[in-house]
């Protein structure tokens, strides 16, 4: 079974930065993609970002591209999501995932209900 722990939320200014980190445990995650999706409420969940664990390609939404950098520490098996110049928008709660490449890159967007491995969530507001 795969284990996968978001932390780094919170409350922040608009404008301001914040970094998710996710750790993943309870497989070899050579062969698979990480990811970030987000769900504001009364919204479906969204996706944000993709990298591929081994070999580092990225994909993003086109609402966080040039704002949001996902990134990988295979040594902690931990995933990244640097993000800033965040806007009140950007409010919801962020979810990690995991799956092979073919699903969180797929073309025009992955689709969450695709995808076999969620973290709990971790809960970001950006205030105006």
């Known amino acids: 079974q795969v284990q996968l722990v978001e932390s780094g939320g919170g409350l922040v200014q608009a404008g301001g930065s914040l970094r998710l980190s996710c750790a993943a445990s309870g497989r070899t995650f050579s062969r698979y993609a990480m990811g970030w999706f987000r769900q504001a409420p009364g919204k479906e969940r969204e996706f944000v970002a993709a990298?591929?664990?081994?070999?580092?390609?990225?994909y993003y939404a086109d609402s966080v591209m040039g704002r949001c950098t996902i990134s990988r520490d295979n040594f902690k098996n931990t995933v990244y999501l640097q993000m800033n110049s965040l806007k009140p928008e950007d409010t919801a709660v962020y979810y990690c995932a995991a799956d092979m490449p073919a699903t969180l890159f797929k073309r025009p967007t992955a689709r969450p209900e695709e995808v076999t491995y969620w973290g709990q969530g971790t809960q970001v507001t950006v205030s105006s």
């Open positions: 990298i591929i664990w081994s070999g580092g390609s990225t």
